[in-house]
């Protein structure tokens, strides 16, 4: 199959991109859209928000100018990873027949190119399958590889589903320190009141004044209630319990609660994690409706781990992955999905409010092995 008509195959079969509920209706494609401003860095607050609507959805057919800015920004970002990757293709195959050798060579590559031994072997064994004894350009190597592991993403590039009905619906955020939780709360908050719906944070990082602060000038901005810490290093789960029975009685429709990330100490962690999970199932015995991994995409195998450790101490229901733009690493998340078959439901590319995506396996697998 010609590698267009498999792109848009994959892409039809993807879900669309979390969306408003129904009732809500779409961001107005305003013509701030297609060209953003700048807009500020989350870590970095004096400068105001850019509340112009972010890309409209990849399946909306005004689409194309949006998805163009972030296909060129996703590829920008991927860059240092595809380097990595193609030049050992380019290497490797230069009309070469494909033969034990040149599979293990690849293989190797793809390893090295962080998408992990389990992910890797998959990939060859569908080439093995498929064209062995052929003699194969590097470009041809390259489209097979972008289906591979296309084929490997699209199960996990799923939306993460929004219930306004729990009223409110319940993200808890967890993830090590500096992965980006904060900054990715930030960035949900303002997408979701774009799109109409009432969000409230909680500052659930008590020890860390700075993460507590940056979530207050966050909520100033986006309209969002924030709920704080009466001291640094207050009761995290006291602090959920109080903010979702808040929560429900002011109509918030959407609670993101930030969490501490202190790996170092895992058990306190664990402790830490669980009580919260505990406490907000008093108020609300469905809660968490999502619990949301952050990981940052520059720690390669390092995010492999976490997600195990993470997965240990709570039910985790999907994935963000942060930095992919600069991150040579980017073939962890084929390892990820490989390996953990949860869904990722953003990616990070940037500090901006719109740089955290909805995950498109068919983007980011040709991005990755630097195809258009
Ligand atoms: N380049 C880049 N930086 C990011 C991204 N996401 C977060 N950051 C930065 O990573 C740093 C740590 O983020 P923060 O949200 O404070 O992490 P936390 O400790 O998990 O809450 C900050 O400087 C963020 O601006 C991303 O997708 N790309
Ligand atoms: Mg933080």
Known sequence: MALRD???????????????PEATPEPPASPAAEAPPPAPVLADPPAPPALAAPAPPEAAPAA???????????????????TK????VSAIFTKRRLDEAALEELEETLIAADLGVAASARIVEGFRKTRFGREVTDAEVKEALAEEIAGILAPVARPMPIDPAHAPHVVLVVGVNGTGKTTTIAKLGQQYREQGLRCAFVAGDTFRAAAVEQLQIWGERTGARVHVPAKPGADAA???FDALGAAKADGTEVLLVDTAGRLH???ALMDELRKIVRIIKRVDATAPHSVLLVLDATTGQNAIQQAKVFGEMVDVTGLAVTKLDGSAKGGVVVALA????????FVGVGE???????????DFALGLVGLD
Do not use: C, I, M, Y
């Not at 792109?7 to 669309?16: C, D, Y």
């Open 6 to 20: 498999w792109v848009t195959r994959l892409r039809g079969k993807e879900a669309p991109p979390a969306a408003a």
């Open 64 to 82: 194309e100018a949006g998805r163009g800015g972030w296909l060129s920004r996703l590829k920008a970002g991927l860059s240092r990873s595809t």
């Open 85 to 88: 990757l193609t030049a050992s």
């Open 238 to 240: 006291g602090l959920a």
């Open 265 to 267: 100490n895992k058990t």
């Open 338 to 345: 490989q390996e953990f078959g949860l869904p990722v439901h």
């Open 352 to 362: 901006q409010a719109g740089d955290l995506r909805p995950f498109s396996a068919a």
